[in-house]
């Protein structure tokens, strides 16, 4: 059972356009939330985390979007960039049993010159 | 220092091979974790070691065997590897292995198995 989930397996945008990537979660017990970008042959690379009592998030050209009563945040990359190329995973975790990080299955975001 | 370090790269090994992967970090971090990632698929837990103690092992086979020397070492000793163990293994650390703790991860060991 998917707890995390980015239905989306990839996006296209143009540079300088507004990049939304989505992820959906089913397990109420998550609190805090997290993505993450990998480049091929690399580790996933830490970008922006929220907690759920928050709804916003923003560093630089990052900004998270948490909307608790769907279920759903968003990472929202503004200009995006073709450095951005990458896969993003989004990733949650909660207390106790639900501590540890739970994966999406990633998106893979192009950003065309 | 704000990394986490992998060695080797690279590893081939044959069925019958012993070999180990070895991770460090010196960011006081006092859980680190050791993840499978096959191509196209998120990273799979398969160890967490909170102050040097093996607090999360996920059903991972035997011939997988973790080992945590001290605070900054974590080391993965592999035996009689299955072809299928071909993968990304990546490392990972955090503060604490409580939530709400960023896990900052190695680049990866890249693994196959003949």
């Known amino acids: 059972d998917q707890q995390v989930k980015q239905n989306s397996p990839s996006l296209s945008v143009q540079e300088g356009r507004i990049s939304i990537l989505n992820c959906d979660y089913t397990n109420s017990m998550f609190d805090y939330f997290l993505w993450y970008k990998k480049y091929p042959a690399e580790g996933p690379t830490f970008l922006i985390s929220i907690s759920s009592i928050k709804d916003k998030n923003e560093d630089g050209r990052f900004t998270v979007f948490l909307n608790k009563s769907a279920k759903h945040l968003s990472l929202h990359i503004v200009p995006s960039q073709p450095g951005d190329s990458a896969v993003y995973f989004c990733?949650?975790?909660?207390?106790?049993?639900?501590?540890?990080?739970?994966f999406g299955k990633g998106i893979t975001l192009s950003v065309r010159p | 220092d704000t990394e986490v370090t992998q060695t080797p790269k690279h590893l081939v090994m044959g069925m019958t091979n012993k070999k180990s992967l070895k991770c460090e970090q010196h960011?006081?971090?006092?859980?680190m974790y050791w993840y499978k990632q096959k191509a196209k698929k998120p990273p799979e837990l398969m160890f967490v070691y909170s102050y040097e103690k093996l607090s999360i092992n996920e059903s991972v086979p035997s011939r997988f065997s973790p080992e945590c020397p001290n605070s900054s070492l974590l080391n993965l000793h592999l035996h009689a590897l299955q072809p299928e163990d071909s993968a990304l293994y990546l490392c990972?650390?955090?503060?604490?292995?409580?939530?709400?703790?960023?896990?900052?991860f190695g680049p990866g060991t890249r693994l196959t198995v003949l």
């Open positions: 960011m006081g971090h006092r859980a």
């Open positions: 990733a949650a975790s909660g207390t106790g049993a639900n501590s540890k990080l739970t």
């Open positions: 990972a650390s955090s503060l604490t292995s409580g939530r709400a703790n960023e896990q900052f």
